[in-house]
DNA sequence: ATCTCTGCAAAGGCTTTGCACATAG
DNA sequence: CTATGTGCAAAGCCTTTGCAGAGAT
């Protein structure tokens, strides 16, 4: 039977708190501040644990390490900032994607992430 | 000055060959054949190579090591079969992502990775 | 002959695992 | 009390690097 623990809870306080993807060592360093003696290996457990359940999931960087985030209802894209490294969830999604496969294929998911700049990095000054 | 060898020969003809996104395992597997004692730490940096001069680029797939291909001159994306793990190019781009990014943001790049079953995998029998 | 490239093995990241102890139920 | 969860350290991937020798020019 799965367990209620403070390690658990202050992992998923992370998530819940910073509405956008993190990485596990990101995890780890927020959830330290409630549960000082939490070890990177119980923040893998945890996140492996919370993406099979669903609850969380992957989002991956082309050439780096996945990121994870709690899954909402909805579904979205993500836009990945070139200058800062920081990823943006999207609002919207994309249509008309059936006409990109041919006869045969079954689309059962899509990605899309968008790359450039954001308005910070575009715009320094100020 | 930048040198011709065997080595570098046989990794660009495998990439050349398959006209697919392929990881540093399969380029060694493929390139073995005619460079038999081919190392490992040679693809990769043969990879680097190819992919800093732009001619070849990598393709990843949520929790997995990026795979490379061949850049042609088109621009594309992928379909990846939850089944047989399969990456398959497609033709064509979708339009209208600028109205997923609020204003300020600019695209410079994206990405598209649809996912599902691809004819081979979804019709088995035959 | 020179200077780059290669193979090998070692070293580096990130992630997972083994194990004894801690602790929720 | 018992079985799951945790921290630590070790082990496992994949990728990069150091180095001496091979090979292209």
């Given at each position: 039977m799965e367990r209620r623990t403070a390690q658990r809870e202050s992992i998923q306080q992370v998530f819940a708190?910073?509405?956008r993807p993190l990485s596990p060592q990101e995890v780890l360093k927020e959830?330290?501040?409630r549960t000082p003696r939490l070890g990177l290996a119980t923040v893998y457990r945890a996140i492996r644990a919370l993406e099979s359940e669903g609850r969380l999931h992957a989002?991956?960087?082309s050439g780096q390490s996945p990121r994870y985030e709690w899954c909402d209802a909805s579904?979205?894209?993500y836009f990945h900032c070139a200058a800062c490294d920081q990823v943006f969830k999207l609002e919207g999604c994309a249509?008309?994607?059936d006409r990109l496969v041919p006869k045969g294929f079954k689309i059962e998911g899509h990605e899309i992430m968008l790359s450039g700049k954001c308005p910070a990095c575009r715009n320094p000054r100020r």
């Open positions: 708190r910073f509405n959830a330290r501040r989002v991956t960087i579904h979205h894209h249509d008309n994607l």
